[in-house]
């Protein structure tokens, strides 16, 4: 099994394709796996020439947990995630990489390219926002109540609540895969079950600033991707990445929500590629 060490985080991480690929970091959003980067997706990446690198963020999968049971506060910060993420391209001997950013996982890309530009070749943002101001977070945030409880379920509960908070980040457009939906579930729950993990994930992100980059001043390639029909985050914040970030594309798709959906993984591993090629 492959952890990082040195970084003041153990953090599991795993890779896929050819070494010498072009290496791209994928970074998951708040309490998920890096399973929930499905095989399929990473299959399309390493079909165009990358070298695909995912891992737990801490308090979540087989990552250090930063607290016990009832512990509701792990003291970090996103920009101790972002370090973590820095740590898996270190124990790589990785001076850089290409790096994607679902949600959560968007917020830790933009501290990194912003803090560390010379390591981030191109960033690729997907259904994410450039800090927590009301006006980018849809109604579906409190409809699906996301704030984490300690509370611990047994094994099929939390698979079905699972999917209850799933159908809210699901698409108009595309059809809810509940079935896969629920293996994600079973999966994630027999891997590591530690809901308290995401509570201390929550606290990092509610002390996190309302701005987690100097957009303008981001120099690599951008590309951004975002459903119209997103509940949690509106496509807006993604319009405000395409109207403040100098070399960034912007891509809105009709009937999507806050779902890498698989009838267009193809598409966006071409714009990750594309991104990528940009840069060199």
């Not at 740590?87 to 803090?115: E, F, K, N, P, Y």
Request: charged content about 20%; hydrophobic content about 45%; proline content about 4%.
């Amino acid at each position: 099994m492959n952890y990082t060490s040195g970084n003041g985080a153990k953090i599991y991480y795993e890779t896929m394709g050819p070494a010498d690929g072009l290496p791209v970091l994928l970074i998951q959003g708040f309490s998920a796996q890096m399973i929930g980067w499905r095989n399929g997706f990473c299959q399309k990446l390493v079909e165009r020439g990358f070298r695909v690198i995912r891992f737990d963020n801490r308090d979540v999968g087989l990552s250090e947990k930063f607290g016990g049971a009832d512990d509701v506060d792990g003291g970090y910060s996103l920009a101790d995630l972002a370090a973590d993420s820095f740590g898996v391209l270190d124990a790589l001997d990785l001076s850089s990489a290409h790096v994607v950013g679902q949600s959560m996982g968007g917020m830790i890309a933009q501290i990194m390219a912003d803090t560390r530009p010379e390591r981030v070749r191109s960033l690729s943002l997907v259904y994410t926002a450039p800090g927590f101001e009301q006006r980018h977070f849809g109604v579906a945030i409190e409809n699906a109540s996301i704030a984490p409880s300690l509370a611990r379920l047994a094994r099929q509960d939390a698979i079905e609540a699972y999917v209850m908070q799933e159908r809210h980040a699901g698409s108009t457009a595309y059809p809810f895969n509940e079935t896969w939906i629920r293996q994600l579930g079973a999966l994630a729950f027999d891997r590591c079950y530690a809901p308290d993990g995401h509570v201390r994930q929550w606290q990092a992100m509610l002390r996190a600033p309302n701005s987690f980059a100097d957009l303008e001043r981001l120099a690599m390639p951008v590309s951004v991707i975002h459903g119209r029909d997103d509940g949690l985050i509106k496509a807006s914040a993604s319009l405000e990445f395409g109207a403040r970030i100098p070399q960034a594309e912007v891509h809105i798709y009709p009937g999507m929500g806050h779902e890498v959906v698989e009838p267009l993984w193809d598409e966006f591993a071409n714009i990750i590629h594309r991104t990528a090629l940009r840069a060199a």
